[in-house]
């Protein structure tokens, strides 16, 4: 059974730095595309950034390129994702997901 | 870049319709498909995989189909339960803004 288990949200401020853990489990991590997913509250699914299975390829939505780093750990079988510059609008619950399976999430709050 | 469109945005319907959403892809993503049900407060429940493989647990009302970049939702047999809002995910890419299904 495919496990995503997300860690690493909280409270920040504007300007400031996180990082989002997803430990990954039931499924062949290396071989599998991965995904990071937000929704901000009142909002819709807005895919954030993907990674592909040896890391070598990686794409991001508009709105946090340059600021958001996605990468993955296949011998840890965990994915990450770096998040710098944060501002307001990227207040959001973060979501791990591979395919169609996804984490519980994570909350990220970015207030002064 | 590939991006998805969901018609329609609100649907108002009543108990027992018979209910259709569509999703269209800017390109051809082949079978890389899901739908989701949202209710206020909620995480997203997946419903439809690969584009027409019911997820477990999921009532057999709701069924997916399509090819392409033509993708359809149908919930035949409207519940009081499945009044929600409605996403279509390319897997791992981007997602439709969103059908919400209302009371009509």
């Known amino acids: 059974e495919v496990q995503l288990v997300e860690s690493g949200g909280g409270l920040v401020q504007p300007g400031g730095s996180l990082r989002l853990s997803c430990a990954a489990s039931g499924f062949t991590f290396k071989n599998s595309w991965m995904s990071w997913v937000r929704q901000a509250p009142g909002k819709g699914l807005e895919w954030v950034a993907n990674?592909?299975?040896?890391?070598?390829?990686?794409s991001y939505v508009d709105s946090v390129e340059g600021r958001f780093t996605i990468s993955r750990d296949n011998a840890k079988n965990s994915l990450y994702l770096q998040m710098n510059s944060l501002r307001a609008e990227d207040t959001a619950i973060y979501y791990c997901?591979?395919?169609?399976?996804w984490g519980q999430g994570t909350l990220v709050t970015v207030s002064s | 870049d590939i991006q998805l469109t969901q018609s329609p945005s609100t649907l108002s319907a009543s108990v027992g319709d018979r209910v259709t959403i569509t999703c269209r892809a800017s390109q051809i993503i082949s079978g890389w498909l899901a739908w989701y049900q949202q209710k206020p407060g909620k995480a997203p429940k997946l419903l439809i995989y690969?584009?027409?493989s019911l997820e477990s647990g999921v009532p057999s009302r709701f069924s997916g189909s399509g090819s392409g970049t033509e993708f359809t939702l149908t919930i035949s047999g409207l519940q009081p339960d499945d009044f929600a809002t409605y996403y279509c995910?390319?897997?791992?890419?981007?997602f439709g803004p969103g059908t919400r299904v209302d009371l009509k």
């Open positions: 995910q390319h897997y791992n890419y981007c």
């Open positions: 990674i592909k299975g040896d890391g070598s390829e990686k």
């Open positions: 690969m584009v027409s």
């Open positions: 997901v591979r395919n169609e399976r």
